[in-house]
Nanobody, 127 residues
Framework: QVQLVESGGGLVQTGNSLRLSCTAS????????VGWFRQAPGKEREFVGGISRSGDSTDYAVSVKGRFTISRDNAKNMVYLQMLNLGPEDTAVYSC????????????????????WGQGTQVTVSS
């Protein structure tokens, strides 16, 4: 069964860091682009960042650029979201998503481009 499982969320204070992990049970994971999305209470889901299947290309939302970094280890079927200098505005449920693509360096940036979603992990940043 193809699935994604996020981990690493929690409660942190403003200015602290967290690293989220996304574990994929996908046999051909290296052919999947992966993205991170978040949804805060009462708000729409938003794109946080994405990484190409090769890992060579990344893209980020303006609100997190320079603070968040996405990386992947295809040998371990893992994708990571390193988050630095967190603030209350980063409080949300963070989900990873994946989709097969034939394009090695393409980053998918919208939710409707992704076919597989994880359940999400809560990140809460206290002020």
């Amino acid at each position: 069964q193809v699935q994604l499982v996020e981990s690493g969320g929690g409660l942190v204070q403003t200015g602290n860091s967290l690293r989220l992990s996304c574990t994929a049970s996908i046999r051909t994971f290296s052919t999947y682009a992966v993205g991170w999305f978040r949804q805060a209470p009462g708000k729409e889901r938003e794109f946080v960042g994405g990484i190409s299947r090769s890992g060579d290309s990344t893209d980020y939302a303006v609100s997190v650029k320079g603070r968040f970094t996405i990386s992947r280890d295809n040998a371990k079927n893992m994708v990571y979201l390193q988050m630095l200098n967190l603030g209350p505005e980063d409080t949300a449920v963070y989900s990873c998503a994946a989709s097969h693509t034939t394009f090695v360096r393409v980053v998918l940036t919208t939710g409707n481009q992704y076919a597989i979603w994880g359940q999400g992990t809560q990140v809460t940043v206290s002020s």
